[in-house]
């Protein structure tokens, strides 16, 4: 059986039209939807159905407060707000082998200011755009 791997060195990170994909040292989308308990006096084990999706997108970025550098100028007006943002594999054109993922609505509540060690580039780690809805396209 033959199976395939995605060699992620270009990925297109996107938040709220703004390309960070220059700024992005890592990102993380994941589907969750919250289980809610379905079972009954018949089962003889919990069971459970999908409820509301709450999906997430985590990312690190480079922090940068220069002029014309994205990362602070872009982001400490979207804290608190909802926004909408989109990750794909590559830059090429979307398709069904580069699919383009998008968070419509998605809330960002937190963003770390300043994230530093000696000797080491800033990184905002673990900036999260929690819930909105999923959607995907391939063409």
Known sequence: M???STYLSNAVV???SVDMTGECSSANLTRTFDALESTNMSNTA???VGGLENSSLVVDLYNSYA?????YATL??????AVTVK???T???TSATNPEHTLTGAFMGTLPLVVSSLGALDVCGGITFQGGV???ATA
């Open 134 to 136: 999923y959607s995907v």
């Open 87 to 89: 990750i794909k594999p």
């Open 76 to 81: 400490k007006s979207l804290v608190g707000t």
């Open 91 to 93: 830059s090429a054109a």
């Open 67 to 71: 002029a014309g550098a994205f990362t």
């Open 46 to 48: 919990r069971t459970f």
């Open 2 to 4: 033959a199976s395939t």
């Open 14 to 16: 996107t938040i709220n």
